[in-house]
């Protein structure tokens, strides 16, 4: 069996425009802090090592922004491992 890695695993949103001209709610729609845990569980469940994130620059964005939901959930569900 070989290793297997993910490289750039989605968690950050798409949408019909740049991302910082889409709403809260536009963004949050197409990658809300629920999928991103879910992305996250997934890749580890299937045992994947090195998981790269794909979205940090548009977390911190958000967390400069005065919303850490999207902050936190990642570094809720990548502590530890």
Not at 25 to 47: L, V
Not at 48 to 60: A, F, M, R, V
């Amino acid at each position: 069996r070989r290793p297997v890695f993910i490289h750039e695993l989605q968690c950050e949103p798409w949408g019909p425009d740049a991302i910082w001209k889409l709403t809260k709610e536009q963004q949050d729609e197409s990658m809300p802090p629920e999928r991103i845990a879910k992305n996250i569980a997934w890749a580890k469940r299937i045992g994947s090592y090195p998981i790269d994130l794909w979205g940090g620059e548009w977390w911190y964005w958000r967390w400069q922004k005065k919303d850490k939901t999207v902050w936190q959930t990642v570094q809720d569900n990548v502590s530890g491992t």
